[in-house]
């Protein structure tokens, strides 16, 4: 249900009388076309960039399709194919680490940041563009090419740790132990968009609170989890959605650090890179399809599940 | 359960980016107007659009050899399409299915018959291929049809780096009568008296080394069947791999994996962290200004110590295909004739696209070359009487070898499986990627 015919519910409600009731509704339809009238370029814009390909994808899925040769029709077969496929269940595996490890440590990271610039210290905007920086450049390719460079056997981060004396050998990139854990890391250093958010959210909360927390004597540490914490759940829930939502389709950062083959051995072998694999190089467009749906529905379930659990620990305050 | 508003526009802009996921794999073939981009004739022109990926001086020579075709026939408007490896092949396959394919394709090897058993490439048999090189006109054929000429001749090597090996205060070895055996020794030897970390590097990378390997066991990579070879081939390819690595030949693990990606400027021999390392023919040029030292083309080795029994072949560095649904075949296979056929284009682009395949094209061009080209056209001279016959293109799925020997043999080396698993499963998974 949309917001629009939500809020005419509530006034269809409030009216008594049949007269009242048509005028209201009359208004309402009035509403209702000029909210839509407001929504129409979003809406052509749904329909005919997310909503024809969309569903031109579900049914591509449908069908044994290489790009260059009409797509034959296989009915489930493309998805029937998932179960015994040892590298998508690898490939999931790596998402999943990626975004159950990656996200939580990326919003920590976040919101400890945007607590301490909030502490109103001088040339905090300077302090906020420095640590969005890098959310503006983590995806880039200039990034993961450098990334690479810093974790190889001979890379910076070896360097650094001969220096103080620890014998350095591994391969942080190189060896399939640890690949994955490198770009998590630089997953967790892109912490700047969610942070930005919070230091909003954290603005919003009245100093208030924290005067009358203070004269009755609350430590910081419960004034950080009886005032700041529940005052800003509605943001942590915000990013948390959004950010797990961005981190399944993570690509660009796999995709440059092993050269688009998910290496070494496969251990950063992510879905999005699996199904762009198994799409252009491999010329089986109605499989990626298929597996793009599957992300569809893994996406949506965690979504789904995240609303779920919402209502037990964000507080709206209304 | 009703939502707030809040939750509404948190679920429906978090839906809003899972969607653009799916505008992948979201567009069918032939849908729009069909025809060939920047096709048709336009203003009386007969128009052309010419794909090709490559470097800088590919670029420049390209757009040259587009501009003098143009001079010499005014009746032609041709529009160049240069691009990067990667991005190249999924624009291209992007393009022929909208049907907007470019007229004249620059094509690889490894994906030819993707293209050509789905016929998307024109039969190029009024193309005269007959001053060619024998064995040069074959790789282009699929299923009997020539669908690519090939625009140069290539041959996968060894390069030596002299400076290692003289750090090592080692000679450089006799590539006519060396064994695979003695490449391990060779290489452990190097590595350790000139304190490098590979004796040779990427021979993992290399399902063209493997080629010869497979064709010394009397196999094939492919045949018109499929799978040309089977478990033991692969096997004793991972065996010897991992006797290498065992001997420090050939690297560790860690230093294989990370090699794989790196670009040619930052790999191993280019940047003196090796003594020798796979690569192609034409690559010399590119390498010797990367590492301002021209290395030694050493001959891939045999089982038998005699290079005349290595089984190599000449390889099509690139070949030129044109699409099946351009709207002008006949100019589009007359751009290729004139560029395999007229001194013109080869006095522009020499041996930038590998050796030309034809001898009357080469002589004309030989005294041209730079010096790095003469050593390579000298070479791929040499080695005329050790070339075996041309192996067929891949089939389609048959270009995921590379990745699919890599992968697996990475798990070998580092001991995560044995190389009897390893090759086992390399093989079936080439085997389901052929069935496509």
Same mark, same amino acid.
């Given at each position: 249900?949309?917001?629009?015919?939500?809020?005419?519910?509530?006034?269809?409600?409030?009216?008594?009388?049949?007269?009242?009731?048509?005028?209201?509704?009359?208004?309402?339809?009035?509403?209702?076309?000029?909210?839509?009238?407001?929504?129409?370029?979003?809406?052509?814009?749904?329909?005919?960039? *997310?909503?024809?390909?969309?569903?031109?994808?579900?049914?591509?899925?449908?069908?044994?399709?290489?790009?260059?040769?009409?797509?034959?029709?296989?009915?489930?077969?493309?998805?029937?194919?998932?179960?015994?496929?040892?590298?998508?269940?690898?490939?999931?595996?790596?998402?999943?680490?990626?975004? #159950?490890?990656?996200?939580?440590?990326?919003?920590?990271?976040?919101?400890?940041?945007?607590?301490?610039?909030?502490?109103?210290?001088?040339?905090?905007?300077f302090y906020r563009s420095v640590f969005y920086l890098p959310s503006m450049l983590g995806s880039s390719v200039a990034i993961?090419?450098?990334?690479?460079?810093?974790?190889?056997?001979?890379?910076?981060?070896?360097?650094?740790?001969?220096?103080?004396?620890?014998?350095?050998?591994?391969?942080? *990139?190189?060896?399939?132990?640890?690949? #994955?854990?490198?770009?998590?890391? #630089?997953?967790?250093?892109?912490?700047?968009?969610?942070?930005?958010?919070?230091?909003?959210?954290?603005?919003?909360?009245?100093?208030?609170?924290?005067?009358?927390?203070?004269?009755?004597?609350?430590?910081?540490?419960?004034?950080?989890?009886?005032?700041?914490?529940?005052? #800003?759940?509605?943001? *942590?829930?915000?990013?948390?959605?959004?950010?797990?939502?961005?981190?399944?389709?993570?690509?660009?950062?796999?995709?440059?650090?092993?050269?688009?083959?998910?290496?070494?051995?496969?251990?950063?072998?992510?879905?999005?890179?699996?199904?762009?694999?198994?799409?252009?190089?491999?010329?089986?467009?109605?499989?990626?399809?298929?597996?793009?749906?599957?992300?569809?529905?893994?996406?949506?379930?965690?979504?789904? *599940?995240?609303?779920?659990?919402?209502?037990?620990?964000?507080?709206?305050?209304? | 359960?009703?939502? $707030?508003?809040?939750?509404?526009?948190?679920?429906?802009?978090?839906?809003?980016?899972?969607?653009?996921?799916?505008?992948?794999?979201?567009?069918?073939?032939?849908?729009?107007?069909?025809?060939?981009?920047?096709?048709?004739?336009?203003?009386?022109?007969?128009?052309?659009?010419?794909? =090709?990926?490559?470097? /800088?001086?590919?670029?420049?020579? +390209?757009?040259?050899?587009?501009?003098?075709?143009?001079? !010499?026939?005014?009746?032609?408007?041709? +529009?160049?399409?240069?691009?990067?490896?990667?991005?190249? =092949?999924?624009?291209?396959?992007?393009?022929?299915?909208?049907?907007?394919?470019?007229?004249? @394709?620059?094509?690889?090897?490894?994906? @030819?018959?993707?293209?050509?058993?789905?016929?998307?490439?024109?039969?190029?048999?009024?193309?005269? +291929?007959?001053?060619?090189?024998?064995?040069?006109?074959?790789?282009?054929?699929?299923?009997?049809?020539?669908?690519?000429?090939?625009?140069?001749? $290539?041959?996968?090597?060894?390069?030596?780096?002299?400076?290692?090996?003289?750090?090592?205060?080692?000679?450089? /070895?006799?590539?006519?009568?060396?064994?695979?055996?003695?490449?391990?020794?060779?290489?452990?030897?190097?590595?350790?008296?000139?304190?490098?970390?590979?004796?040779?590097?990427?021979?993992?990378?290399?399902?063209?080394?493997?080629?010869?390997?497979?064709?010394?066991?009397?196999?094939?990579?492919?045949?018109?069947?499929?799978?040309?070879?089977?478990?033991?081939?692969? %096997?004793?390819?991972?065996?010897?791999?991992?006797?290498?690595?065992?001997?420090?030949?050939?690297?560790?693990?860690? %230093?294989?994996?990370?090699?794989?990606?790196?670009?040619?400027?930052?790999?191993?021999?280019?940047?003196? $962290?090796?003594?020798?390392?796979?690569?192609? &023919?034409?690559?010399?040029?590119?390498?010797?200004?990367?590492?301002?030292?021209?290395?030694?083309?050493?001959?891939?080795? &045999?089982?038998?110590?005699?290079?005349?029994?290595?089984?190599?072949?000449?390889?099509?560095?690139?070949? =030129?295909?044109?699409? &099946?649904?351009?709207?002008?075949?006949?100019?589009?296979?007359?751009?290729?004739?004139?560029?395999?056929?007229?001194?013109?284009?080869?006095?522009?682009?020499?041996?930038?696209?590998?050796?030309?395949?034809?001898?009357? @094209?080469?002589?004309?061009?030989?005294?041209?070359?730079? &010096? !790095? %080209?003469?050593?390579?056209?000298?070479?791929?001279?040499? @080695?005329?009487?050790?070339?075996?016959? +041309?192996?067929?293109?891949?089939?389609?799925?048959?270009?995921?070898?590379?990745?699919?020997?890599?992968?697996?043999?990475?798990?070998?080396?580092?001991?995560?499986?044995?190389?009897?698993?390893?090759?086992?499963?390399?093989?079936?998974?080439?085997?389901?990627?052929?069935?496509?």
């Open positions: 249900m949309s917001a629009i015919s939500e809020l005419s519910t509530i006034h269809r409600a409030k009216a008594k009388t049949p007269e009242e009731k048509r005028l209201l509704a009359k208004e309402a339809g009035r509403d209702n076309k000029a909210g839509y009238l407001f929504l129409l370029p979003w809406l052509i814009g749904l329909v005919l960039i *997310i909503g024809g390909p969309m569903i031109a994808s579900l049914y591509l899925s449908f069908t044994n399709y290489s790009l260059i040769q009409a797509p034959e029709w296989v009915g489930l077969a493309n998805y029937a194919r998932m179960f015994d496929d040892p590298r998508l269940h690898k490939s999931l595996a790596v998402t999943f680490t990626y975004v #159950l490890v990656g996200v939580p440590l990326q919003l920590i990271a976040a919101l400890a940041i945007a607590i301490l610039l909030n502490e109103g210290m001088r040339g905090l905007p993961a090419v450098l990334w690479r460079q810093m974790f190889e056997v001979d890379g910076l981060v070896n360097q650094i740790l001969r220096k103080f004396g620890i014998p350095a050998t591994t391969s942080w *990139i190189g060896d399939p132990q640890y690949a #994955l854990w490198t770009i998590i890391l #630089l997953h967790v250093w892109t912490f700047g968009s969610p942070m930005v958010i919070f230091l909003a959210g954290l603005r919003q909360i009245p100093g208030m609170y924290y005067e009358a927390a203070s004269v009755d004597g609350a430590s910081r540490w419960a004034q950080f989890r009886k005032i700041t914490l529940p005052l #800003l759940s509605p943001i *942590i829930f915000f990013n948390l959605v959004l950010q797990i939502i961005n981190a399944f389709q993570a690509f660009t950062q796999a995709f440059v650090v092993s050269n688009g083959t998910g290496g070494p051995a496969d251990s950063t072998l992510f879905f999005t890179l699996y199904l762009y694999q198994r799409g252009f190089v491999q010329f089986q467009m109605g499989y990626a399809a298929a597996m793009a749906w599957l992300l569809v529905v893994i996406i949506a379930a965690f979504t789904a *599940i995240n609303f779920y659990f919402s209502k037990r620990w964000v507080f709206y305050g209304d | 359960m009703a939502l $707030n508003r809040r939750q509404f526009l948190i679920g429906a802009s978090g839906l809003a980016a899972a969607a653009t996921t799916m505008g992948l794999g979201a567009c069918a073939p032939g849908s729009s107007g069909g025809g060939s981009q920047g096709g048709g004739n336009q203003g009386g022109k007969t128009s052309l659009a010419l794909a =090709w990926w490559g470097n /800088p001086t590919r670029n420049k020579n +390209t757009q040259a050899m587009i501009d003098a075709y143009m001079k !010499a026939n005014p009746n032609v408007a041709i +529009t160049g399409q240069p691009g990067d490896f990667t991005s190249y =092949w999924d624009k291209l396959a992007t393009q022929t299915a909208g049907g907007q394919a470019p007229d004249i @394709i620059q094509m690889d090897m490894l994906y @030819i018959a993707e293209y050509g058993t789905r016929g998307a490439l024109l039969d190029l048999g009024s193309v005269d +291929t007959s001053k060619f090189v024998e064995g040069t006109v074959d790789s282009g054929k699929i299923n009997g049809k020539l669908v690519g000429v090939n625009a140069g001749i $290539n041959s996968a090597l060894i390069f030596a780096s002299p400076k290692v090996f003289e750090k090592a205060k080692m000679n450089m /070895p006799d590539d006519k009568t060396w064994t695979w055996d003695q490449l391990i020794e060779i290489g452990a030897e190097v590595a350790s008296k000139a304190g490098v970390p590979f004796g040779v590097a990427s021979l993992l990378q290399s399902d063209a080394l493997f080629g010869t390997f497979v064709r010394q066991h009397g196999k094939e990579l492919f045949t018109e069947n499929g799978l040309g070879f089977d478990v033991p081939e692969a %096997q004793a390819w991972y065996d010897y791999l991992l006797k290498g690595q065992k001997a420090k030949a050939f690297g560790t693990p860690e %230093q294989v994996s990370e090699e794989q990606p790196k670009p040619l400027d930052q790999s191993a021999i280019v940047v003196g $962290n090796a003594a020798m390392q796979y690569y192609n &023919s034409n690559q010399l040029e590119a390498v010797s200004a990367a590492a301002g030292e021209q290395p030694k083309m050493l001959r891939g080795p &045999s089982l038998a110590g005699k290079a005349t029994e290595r089984k190599t072949w000449y390889k099509a560095s690139m070949l =030129w295909s044109a699409s &099946s649904k351009s709207k002008n075949p006949d100019a589009a296979i007359a751009w290729i004739n004139w560029f395999a056929n007229t001194p013109d284009a080869a006095n522009i682009d020499l041996a930038e696209r590998g050796i030309p395949p034809n001898t009357e @094209i080469l002589a004309e061009v030989k005294p041209k070359l730079s &010096s !790095a %080209q003469k050593v390579v056209a000298k070479y791929i001279e040499d @080695i005329k009487p050790e070339v075996g016959e +041309t192996p067929i293109a891949p089939p389609p799925g048959g270009g995921t070898i590379q990745t699919v020997i890599f992968r697996h043999g990475i798990d070998v080396l580092f001991g995560k499986t044995s190389p009897a698993d390893g090759a086992k499963q390399f093989v079936d998974e080439m085997k389901s990627n052929l069935k496509v």
